[in-house]
Structures are given as C-alpha cells and as structure tokens.
C-alpha cells in the first residue's frame, strides 16, 4: 500500500538528505537521488522541494517522463482531504 502525505508533511520533506519531496499529479516523489541525473539540472528541482510541482513538470516534460523514471522515486499519494 502506497502511504499518504497531507501538503504540509510534504512541505516539510525539503532537504537532501532527509528527502526533497514534490508533489505532480496528487503523487509525492523523492528528488533527492534524481538531482545530479535531472536533464533539467539540479538548481531548478530544488527550487521546487515540498511544493506542488504539477504545472511546471506538465510545461517541460512529455508523458513518456513519469512511466520511466516516476515509479523509482515515487513514495506516496498527497491525501484528498487533511485529516480534521
Ligand atoms: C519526478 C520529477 C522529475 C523527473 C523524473 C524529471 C525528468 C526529466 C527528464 C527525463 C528530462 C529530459 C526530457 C527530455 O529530454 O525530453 C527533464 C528535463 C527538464 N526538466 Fe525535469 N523532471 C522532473 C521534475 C522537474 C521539475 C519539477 C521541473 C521544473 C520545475 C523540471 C524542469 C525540467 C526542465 C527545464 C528540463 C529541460 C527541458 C529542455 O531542456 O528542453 N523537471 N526532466
């Protein structure tokens, strides 16, 4: 089962050595072990960490990026709603 992070716990993963999560799509990724390999660079993912990145990653990537690289750094779903 895939764990569930609410906005705020991914915003608080923003470091590289603790985990750089963002978020596209509802999915949380780590970027943290992507960034020397990012064809993109490093400086603007981590411009990114504990943000949603769903419209930037949307305006520079085709469909063909997540299926390839997403489901090594996926760890989790952002929850639907915040837990009251
Ligand atoms: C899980 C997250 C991400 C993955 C797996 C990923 C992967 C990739 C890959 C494979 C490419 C090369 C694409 C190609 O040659 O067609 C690329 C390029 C690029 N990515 Fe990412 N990326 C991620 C997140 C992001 C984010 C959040 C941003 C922006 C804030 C970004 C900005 C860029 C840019 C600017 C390029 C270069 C485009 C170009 O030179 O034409 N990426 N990325």
Do not use: C, Q
């Not at 970027?31 to 943000?51: N, T």
């Amino acid at each position: 089962m895939s764990k569930t992070f609410t906005k705020a716990e991914v915003a608080s993963f923003k470091d590289e050595k603790t985990g750089m999560y963002i978020i596209i799509d509802n999915d949380v990724y780590d970027i943290a072990p992507f960034l020397d390999e990012h064809p993109g660079g490093a400086k603007i993912l981590k411009r990114m960490a504990g943000k949603d990145a769903t419209k930037s990653f949307w305006k520079y990537h085709n469909d063909k990026v997540l299926p390839k690289y997403g489901a090594k750094l996926k760890v989790g779903t952002v929850a639907e709603t915040a837990k009251l």
